[in-house]
C-alpha cells in the first residue's frame, strides 16, 4: 500500500482552511459588517487568488501532463508558491496600508509601485490559470495600448501613459483590478455561488430534476423537456453554465440517451438549456449583478426585465425539443424520474426567501446572505437533506471553486476597463461604431453582436460583458438604445458564447458526459439556442418584451414572440402537428418572421399563416409519416 503523499496532504488541509475563511469572511461582511471597497475585494481577490493557485479550479487540457521528475515538481510547486504569495502579500498591502495611501493620494511610494506591479502580474496568471489565454491576450493588448498611444493610427492614438502612472490607475483606485466588476465577486456572486452549493449538497438539484419529470416526465421527448426545465432553474442559482451541465447533466444526459435521443442531441439540449440558466431570473448569472451596478439600476427591475425573454428562449427551446421528439417518433418515457418529492421540498423555502428580499428592495447581498442562513436552517429540518461533516468540506471548496474563475476574470477584465478609462478608448470604439454604421441602428446592433461573441469566444461570460459594456454599450445607447436594452443585448450574446462554436464550453462539457464529438455539439447546440440570438434584436425594438410598456402591451408581444419562434421551431424541424412539406415550411418561416416583427400587421398576418399550419392535420409530406433523423 502507497503511503499518502505528506505534501498533497498539506496542501489540501490549507486549501480547506483557506476556503473556511472564505466562507466565514463573505458571511461575516455581508450580514454583520460591511467593509469599504478598498478592504473588501482585495480581501476577497486574496482569497480566491490562493485557493487558485493551490490548484482549486484550474484550467486543465486533455494535453496536459503532470510534471514528471521530481525537479520539475519542485519548480512547479516553488512558482506556484511564489503566486500565492504574491497574492497574499500585494492584497494584504492595500488593506494594512489602507490609510497612509489615503493620506498621500496621487504619490506613489516604490512599495506601492512593487505591490502593484505582483497586483497586475497575479491576476493575469490566475485568469490564464483558471480561464486560458483568452482574457489575458486582452487584458495584455490593452496594457500594450496604455503604453503605445502616441503611436496607434487615427482615432485610436492618445498621448500615452507611463509605467508609475498605469500602476498607479490599476492599483491604488477603484476604475483598475478593483473596480465595479470585482466588487460584485465580492459583494455577492460568491454568496450566491455558496447558496446554490448548498442547496445542491442537500439534494436540490435532484428535487429539481424531479419536479420537472412530474410535469413533462411521461410525454414524447419527456427526458428532454425535464432537462430543460431543471436547467433553467438550476442554471439560475448557480449562474454557471458549464457547472450547470456537469451536475444536472450526469442525470439528464443519460436519461435522454436511453429514450432515444442521439448523444449529441442529448449533449446539446443540456448545453443550450444551462447557457440559458444565466438568463433565467431570479438570481441570473454574475454578469447580470455586475449590469445592475454598472447602470446604476435596481436589481429587482433587471430581473423583472429579464423574465419575459427568458421565458421566449425557454418556449423556443422546448418547442425545437417537443418538434424533433415528434417527428422521430421517439416513445414516451415509460416512467417519470423517481424520487422523493415530499422530503426535500422544503429545500425550495431559501428560493422563496431570496425572491421575497429581492423583491422588498433588499440589496443582492443582504439577500443573499439571508438566503444561504435560510439554506441552512433548510437542510436541518429533515434527516434525508442534513449534511455531515464531509458534506460540509464539499460545499466549503465547491463555493471557492465556483467563485474562483469569476473573480480573477473580474480583476482581469477591471485592467481593461481601467485601460479604457484611462486612455478614452470606449468612446473612440463608441465613435467609430456609429461611423461604421453610418447611425443606423440595425448595421450598429449587428457589429455589436458580432463583437460580443468574438470576444465571448474567448472569454468568460462576465469577463465579455464588462469589456463590451465598456466599449459597446456607449454606441447603442447613443443611437437612442435604452440603457437597460442595450446592456442586456450585450449580456445575452455574452452568455451564447458557450454555445458559439469554435469555443463552446458548456457544449463541449455535455459532450464530455454524453461521450460525443465535441463539434458536432456544439453545432447542434448553437442550433437548439437560436432564440437567444433573436431575442437581444427583438427587445431593443420591442421595449414591452422589457416590461417598458402597458400590461395589454407586454401580453401581446409576450404572446406574439412565444407563438412566432415556436413557428420558426417548427419550420426549422420541419414538423408541426404533422410532418410539413417544402413550402409549408418556408410558409411557416414567413409567419414566424411576421410575429416576430413590432409591427400590428405583420403579428397577424403571421399568426394567421402560423396557427392554420400548426393544427391542420391534412396534407404534408405523409401525414405524420416519419422521417430519417438528421444527424
Avoid at 490548484?55 to 506556484?80: I, Y
Avoid at 489565454?133 to 487584458?139: K, M, N, R, S
Avoid at 428592495?361 to 444561504?372: E, H, L, Y
Amino acid at each position: 500500500m502507497t503511503p499518502p503523499d505528506k505534501g498533497n496532504k498539506l496542501v489540501a488541509t490549507v486549501t480547506l482552511l483557506v476556503a473556511m475563511s472564505a466562507v466565514l469572511f463573505h458571511l461575516y461582511t455581508a450580514g454583520f459588517s460591511p467593509m469599504t471597497a478598498l478592504i473588501q475585494r482585495p480581501v476577497h481577490l486574496g482569497l480566491m487568488a490562493a485557493l487558485g493557485f493551490l490548484g482549486l479550479n484550474l484550467r486543465v487540457r486533455a494535453t496536459d501532463e503532470p510534471p514528471s521528475s521530481p525537479t520539475k515538481k519542485f519548480l512547479t510547486a516553488a512558482v506556484a508558491g511564489l503566486l500565492l504569495a504574491g497574492a497574499v502579500f500585494s492584497c494584504a498591502y492595500l488593506v494594512v496600508q489602507q490609510e497612509t495611501l489615503i493620506r498621500r493620494a496621487g504619490s506613489a511610494s516604490a512599495m506601492d509601485l512593487v505591490a502593484g506591479t505582483i497586483a497586475i502580474v497575479v491576476v493575469l496568471e490566475l485568469a490564464r490559470r483558471t480561464s486560458g489565454w483568452g482574457l489575458v491576450t486582452v487584458a495584455l493588448l490593452a496594457l500594450g495600448y496604455a503604453f503605445l498611444g502616441p503611436y496607434m493610427p487615427g482615432p485610436f492614438a492618445h498621448r500615452g501613459y507611463g509605467f508609475s502612472r498605469l500602476v498607479q490607475h490599476l492599483y491604488l483606485s477603484t476604475e483598475g483590478i478593483w473596480g465595479v466588476p470585482l466588487g460584485v465577486s465580492a459583494d455577492f456572486v460568491y454568496l450566491f455561488v455558496l447558496f446554490g452549493v448548498v442547496l445542491e449538497a442537500a439534494g436540490g438539484g435532484e428535487l429539481l430534476i424531479v419536479l420537472a419529470g412530474k410535469v413533462a416526465g411521461r410525454t414524447r421527448g419527456g427526458p428532454a423537456k425535464t432537462a430543460t426545465v431543471a436547467s433553467a432553474i438550476m442554471g439560475s442559482l448557480s449562474g454557471s453554465a458549464v457547472a450547470n451541465v456537469v451536475t444536472t447533466g450526469s442525470l439528464t444526459i443519460p436519461m435522454m440517451k436511453r429514450t432515444g435521443f442521439k448523444a449529441h442531441f442529448a449533449a446539446a439540449i443540456e448545453a443550450a438549456a444551462s447557457t440559458g440558466g444565466q438568463l433565467m431570473p431570479p438570481i441570473m448569472g454574475a454578469g447580470a449583478f455586475i449590469l445592475a451596478t454598472w447602470t446604476n439600476i435596481p436589481y429587482v427591475q433587471v430581473a423583472a426585465a429579464a423574465v419575459v425573454p427568458a421565458v421566449l428562449y425557454y418556449v423556443a427551446l422546448i418547442a425545437a425539443v417537443h418538434f424533433r421528439a415528434e417527428r422521430d417518433r421517439l416513445p414516451r418515457a415509460s416512467e417519470a424520474p423517481s424520487g422523493a418529492i415530499a422530503s426535500r421540498v422544503h429545500l425550495l423555502l431559501p428560493l422563496g426567501v431570496i425572491v421575497v428580499l429581492l423583491a422588498m428592495g433588499r440589496s443582492p447581498m443582504r439577500a443573499a446572505f439571508w438566503g444561504v442562513a435560510a439554506a441552512a436552517a433548510a437542510t436541518l429540518m429533515r434527516k434525508t437533506s442534513r449534511l455531515d461533516w464531509r458534506a460540509v468540506r464539499h460545499v466549503m471548496l465547491a463555493a471557492g471553486s465556483g467563485t474562483v474563475q469569476v473573480a480573477a476574470a473580474c480583476a482581469a477584465a477591471g485592467i481593461v476597463v481601467g485601460v479604457a478609462s484611462l486612455t478614452g478608448i470606449g468612446l473612440r470604439m463608441s465613435e467609430l461604431i456609429v461611423t461604421l454604421s453610418g447611425g443606423h441602428l440595425p448595421i450598429a446592433l449587428g457589429l455589436t453582436a458580432l463583437g460580443s461573441m468574438v470576444l465571448g469566444m474567448g472569454l468568460p461570460t462576465t469577463a465579455a460583458y464588462v469589456v463590451l459594456a465598456a466599449l459597446g454599450a456607449p454606441a447603442l445607447t447613443q443611437l437612442g438604445v435604452p440603457l437597460l436594452a442595450a446592456h442586456l443585448f450585450i449580456f445575452y450574446f455574452g452568455c451564447m458564447s458557450n454555445v458559439t462554436p469554435p469555443v463552446s464550453l458548456a457544449a463541449y462539457a455535455g459532450a464530455a458526459i454524453a461521450r460525443a464529438p465535441l463539434m458536432r455539439t456544439a453545432v447542434t447546440a448553437m442550433g437548439l439556442a437560436g432564440a437567444g440570438f433573436i431575442v437581444p434584436f427583438m427587445f431593443v425594438y420591442d421595449p414591452a418584451l422589457l416590461l417598458a410598456a402597458s400590461p395589454t402591451e407586454v401580453v401581446i408581444s409576450g404572446v406574439t414572440g412565444m407563438l412566432g419562434l415556436t413557428a420558426l421551431a417548427a419550420s426549422l424541424v420541419g414538423f408541426g402537428s404533422r410532418l410539413l412539406t417544402g413550402w409549408e415550411r418556408l410558409a411557416m418561416g414567413v409567419g414566424a418572421m411576421g410575429l416576430l416583427t413590432p409591427i400590428l400587421a405583420a403579428d397577424v398576418a403571421g399568426a394567421v399563416v402560423v396557427v392554420y399550419l400548426l393544427t391542420a392535420r391534412k396534407g404534408g409530406a405523409g401525414g405524420g409519416g416519419r422521417v430519417p433523423t438528421v444527424t
